[in-house]
């Protein structure tokens, strides 16, 4: 499991809108947000929350990209459902997840099973995770996460 200090993994994904995201050796510094399920009501307004930042983000010079496990085919309804101005990659196989620790043992309602932590890493342009955030609570996050690229 990566952390903070801990080198990003060398890894790419192709995003929503097209381009590559070179997790391991971004061109700037790089926001990855790790989140269940695409068109929830907590993926949604976490969604929307980088989305209404995403224009301070990149005056920051700081690239946002959702990560889930969705389909791209899903990912894109979610996009124009919602008008989100942040790209998405589909981590279906689960690589980028896995390398970061977030697809752990949840449980709910007595019932256990595997899922996505909602969590966030800023890593800086030279591959090192400068900041973690595991176990996310949605309100104020991508305003804290903004705060912590501006440094």
């Known amino acids: 499991m990566i952390g903070e200090g801990g080198k990003a993994p ?27 399920k695409d068109d ?10 980088f989305t209404a930042m995403a224009e301070d983000f990149k005056a920051a010079g700081v ?3 959702g990560v889930s496990r969705d389909p791209m085919n899903k990912h894109d309804k979610f996009i124009d459902k919602y008008a989100l101005k942040v790209p998405l990659i589909a981590d279906e196989d689960g690589a980028i997840s896995d390398a970061f620790g977030t697809w752990v043992q949840k449980s709910m309602y007595g019932r256990e099973y ?18 973690e955030w595991r176990k996310v609570k949605v309100p104020g996050h991508a305003a804290e996460v903004l705060a912590a690229a501006k440094i």
């Open 40 to 49: 929830t009501s907590g993926c949604t307004r976490e969604a929307q929350d």
């Open 63 to 65: 690239t946002v990209v």
């Open 10 to 36: 060398t890894l790419s994904a192709k995003a929503s809108d097209g381009s590559t995201v070179d997790i391991g050796a971004p061109e700037s510094k790089l926001v990855l947000f790790f989140y269940p």
């Open 114 to 131: 595997m899922g996505m932590e909602r969590s966030t890493f800023l890593i800086g342009a030279d591959g090192h995770v400068l900041k």
